[in-house]
Nanobody
Framework: VQLQASGGGLVQTGGSLSLSCVASERNFCMYAAGWFRQAPGKEREFVAGASRAGGTTEYTDSVKGRFTVSRDHAKNTVFLHMNNLKPEDTAVYFC??????????????????WGRGTLVTVSS
């Protein structure tokens, strides 16, 4: 499966952005989906993930209450809605897909497929 992430941009502190990740396959519902980010000079980290059906979601502690991950199976798309953005959220955001597991895993090595990433910059 090929993944195309979009929606990044420049936003002020406290602002909102929504990222989209469109999959090339119609059976994207058979993949767990995750969002990761990588800030300059830092390792890639898990942000949020959704199970195959989308009913079970996971978040890293720093984004809980601010970010929401959701899926639209009719559009083969997973979204990351980001509110109350902070400068420390600045990073390249990647979507990823896992064909093996039902639930999203916070460990990057379990995801077989990755999109190219979209840059989110939060100004102070």
């Amino acid at each position: 499966v090929q993944l195309q992430a979009s929606g990044g941009g420049l936003v002020q502190t406290g602002g909102s952005l929504s990222l989209s990740c469109v999959a090339s396959e119609r059976n994207f519902c058979m993949y767990a989906a995750g969002w990761f980010r990588q800030a300059p000079g830092k390792e890639r980290e898990f942000v949020a993930g959704a199970s195959r059906a989308g009913g079970t979601t996971e978040y890293t502690d720093s984004v809980k209450g601010r970010f929401t991950v959701s899926r639209d199976h009719a559009k083969n798309t997973v979204f990351l809605h980001m509110n109350n953005l902070k400068p420390e959220d600045t990073a390249v955001y990647f979507c990823a897909a896992d064909r093996v597991r039902v639930f999203a895993n916070p460990v990057a090595k379990f995801y077989e497929y990755w999109g190219r990433g979209t840059l989110v910059t939060v100004s102070s």
